[in-house]
């Protein structure tokens, strides 16, 4: 079974889908950068200084409380970008936002993206939309942390993963699995190896690999795939002018 986000090779989608106007608008400002693993873009309650559009790897959306508890509220990877507080016209982050797998991608200074946000309101619409997306996204999210069993929810993560990476191998810890879906280390031990036994996964020191995406779909039953349609909808894979 296919993927179910297709970036243009090597592309930010987003960038990608722009028109050729606001491209010609954005690309001088666009800085190409390597993220590692747990590189930091975005920290609660702080400015944002930088926006990440991602051409490879998966970035995370992280929130917190005052104990320090803490659970992930949205991923994205070569379809989206950090900093969407500033496409919604505020300063600050209110979550953590980090690399859970490493890649590459493109920053562009706050600032500048905020004037070019004044300048070209067709580029401010395309953003929004995304925005509208990772709404979904996180709608979605709280609906499976709700009603699923952790052993969907964490077939529905995977296969998220899965949607923004090159291959079917993720470099993955329990710990950081843990953080992710918001449960303890045992529980993740106890859904992978549910999903193992199916013969869906394999997993392996600090990695998991992806045997049969068909199986993981049918195992997140109804928890996948919404907000992966919205994304079609809304912003596609075509560039307009194409």
Request: aromatic share 6%; proline share 3%; with cysteine.
């Amino acid at each position: 079974m296919p993927k179910r986000l297709i970036c243009p090779f090597g592309q930010n989608n987003l960038l990608h889908t722009l028109s050729a106007a606001d491209r010609t608008l954005i690309e001088p400002h666009l800085q190409h950068v390597d993220m590692d693993r747990r590189m930091v873009m975005e920290g609660p309650n702080k400015p944002v200084e930088h926006i990440y559009f991602l051409k490879s790897g998966v970035g995370s959306t992280v929130a917190s409380s005052e104990s320090g508890r803490r659970i992930e509220v949205g991923l994205f990877g070569c379809e989206g970008m950090s900093g969407t507080s500033v496409v919604l016209q505020t300063a600050h982050s209110s979550f953590e936002v980090f690399m859970q797998i490493s890649g590459e991608g493109f920053a562009i200074e706050a600032d500048k993206m905020r004037g070019l946000l004044e300048q070209s309101p067709s580029m401010q619409r395309h953003l929004l939309r995304y925005v509208q997306t990772l709404m979904t996204q996180t709608s979605q999210t709280a609906l499976s942390n709700g009603q699923c069993k952790l052993e969907e929810r964490l077939a529905r993560w995977l296969l998220m993963c899965h949607d923004r990476i090159n291959g079917d191998v993720m470099e993955l810890t329990h710990e950081f699995l843990s953080v992710m879906l918001g449960v303890r280390r045992a529980g993740v031990t106890v859904a992978i190896h549910m999903l193992e036994g199916k013969g869906l996964i394999r997993a392996r020191r600090g990695e998991i690999v992806i045997l049969d995406r068909e199986g993981l779909e049918n195992d997140a039953q109804n928890s996948y795939g919404v907000p992966e349609t919205e994304y079609a909808r809304v912003i596609g894979f075509d560039r307009p002018d194409a």
